[in-house]
């Protein structure tokens, strides 16, 4: 049995569970979501389309998602790999202490969308930045609480550590202006976080 | 006592002390109201528990002898075989900090206090319900991790803003039946499992444990990360604490005159003085708003239970005397009898609070210039935001939560993948899910509204819909959307993928057809609002209507009002 400290997913199986996790998506996402770079993406992707498990949506915005098969070829292909990185254990209880972050993070983005005075809700206009960075450090407060959830993931199954990056990636650049990487765009933090939620139960074969 | 106030009308302390919800039973009481007896443990002694890490000396005595109270009131015992007493414990803080504080139902029901609750009642059935109901609130609190879906026993939902009234679950098959009672009983098992395996130890089969354990949960949750976060955010000073209120539980789970609800006494949506809320009959429960029970408009209690609906109107009229203001209920009915559990003002926004105001100075409850004290500029911002007309004309399918105001009017589609279709073809398309997640984001893109299920205002679903500014409800209670045959059902109508619907997110309500729309519901009343205005500024020249209602509030400060 493989030990988990190697245990290393290949390019086929990271595009296809990928597009498990963040649904419908293009080559650019993709490449943020694995590392890969964007040309094995499309490789890969190719591939994956001659087996039939992923297909490409035409329209205003192309994009790949998984057709039924591809969903059960990932299940299957993602439960082998957990088990034989004999990861189950450690991937369950970091998303019992995921499950406990969850609520509070989606509190946090409603308070970055919506900003009550004097009892009455409205939307969050951004412009009085004192209350954006108090939202932001208590995002940066609990992103400190999450690193070590991610810690034992990426311990756990290597390919987990992608979310770290990406969360890292996302808070800082809200930080530094980009106020659309907390919920709004497709790398925010909310969208990353999301993702993450899915990969876990995915990985996990449960539901919602 | 030190730590324990018995809640009655004679009571003096402020919410400070008693925590708000607590204050509000004492109003109940002066104002002659139906409120089950209970006691309140004051913020005081959740503030020596947080300094010390454990309950405070001398309270295990003063709960001793509240109990004792209790028991010589309702004529039960705690605990006891026969004539069983059964008691909610709930949080009360002097702020609100919704969905975040623990709610146990039911408890004292030990399992030989439930026998006993059966032969009394001669409802096996009904006994076991109600010890469920305990063991998956006690779990939750306990465990601080959503028991509700454990042994499928419990309606616990992920929605927000909660009141600690109200609806249970729904899907009782055949009551009675021995097919319910194993269910019943293998639910109970799996909550007792899974509170043993996440804290090492059994749930107490005693009632003064159970209630000392109860008490240490609530305190406990003042203090958890997300509470904390909360706080941070709003302004909440972290050294408030919660107080805990004990009352002897009426059930509304007894039998076919029994209920739960919850009643404004005007409509929030609109500020029209009509009573409006909903009400589930036969249930007990947790939390009216994210129960997976169909819970009906508040008006039907009216044909079904005309004595409990003639003294629910006549509190509605008390409370509202008392505030002068519009208010907010939370009740529970059983066989018959009408008890109400907590009350506080209606906190009206937008153009609901405009019309009140306007209406209470007409009908001289308030002076003018009160009325215009009481809206801020901020409510204006919400007077314009499109709005179905009216509830009453239009064919309301489903009713939940608006987490994201606006009308949006188009095609029911059940997946991301059809609406994605739909919407290349030229349709308007409205995305109905069971819940979000982001494999429904390009169809979330591609949708001009959003309805879900499940989930409360800050839900995945709500919280893409708000960052893609699409009108969205979510929190539907009892609606189910079957996305492999594109059916979505609720309240016993089902309708099919590409049926036209609209959907107003600041009211929740999902609407068959395309009803009037209007984008400016309260304009009447503001109109004669901002006219008391320009009177009380003497500025009656031509300018913004937030102008004309700040230089109002400006004149009034000047002179001292």
Known sequence: MTRSETHTTNANLLVLHALRCAGAAGPARLHAFTGLDESDVESELIDLGAEGL??????DMPCWLLTDTGRAADAERITDELTSANARGAVEAAFDRFLVLNPELLDLCAAWQLRTVDGIMNANDHSDPVYDSRVLDRFADLDRRAAPVCAELSAALPRFGRYRDRLAGALDRAASGALEYVTDSTASYHTVWAELHEDLLATLGMRR | MRWVRAISSQVEEAAETLGGKAVGLVLLHRLGLPVPAGFVITTQ??????????LPDGLDDELATAIADLEV??????????RPLAVSVRSGAGVSMPGMMSTILNLGLTTEATAGLAVETGDRPFALNSRLRFLSSFASAVTNADAGGV???SDAGDAGDAGDAGVGHGEDPGRGTK???TRLADAMKAIEEFVRQRSGQPIPDDATRQLASAVEAVFSSWDTPRARTYRALHDIPHDLGTAVIVQTMVFGNRDDHSGTGVAFSRDPNTGENIPFGEVLFGHQGEDVVSGRSTTRPLRELAEREPAVWAELLDALNRIEGHYRDSCYIEFTFQAGELWVLQVRP???VGGAAVRVATELAEERVIGRHEALLRISPRHLRQVR?????SSEEADVFARGLGACPGVAVGHVATTADRAVRMAQGGALVVLVRPETSPHDMHGLA????????????????AVVARAMERPAVVGIAGLTVDAGNGTVTAGGRTIGDGTLITIDGTSGEVVLGRPRIVANAADEHLHRLLAWADDTSGDHSRRGESQRLEAAHAALRASGA
Not at chain 1, 54 to 59: A, H
Not at chain 2, 45 to 54: S, Y
Not at chain 2, 385 to 389: G, K
């Open chain 2, 45 to 54: 002694a959740c503030r020596a528990f947080l300094r010390d890490g454990r």
């Open chain 2, 346 to 348: 209606g906190r009206f």
């Open chain 2, 179 to 181: 097919d319910e009672e």
């Open chain 2, 73 to 82: 009131t309702a004529g039960r015992s705690f605990g006891g075989p026969r």
């Open chain 1, 54 to 59: 992923v297909t490409r949506m035409s329209g």
């Open chain 2, 446 to 461: 591609a949708a001009t509204g959003i309805v879900t299920a499940r989930g409360g205002p800050a839900s995945h679903a």
């Open chain 2, 385 to 389: 935001t499109p709005r179905i007309a």
């Open chain 2, 151 to 153: 042994g499928n026993a």
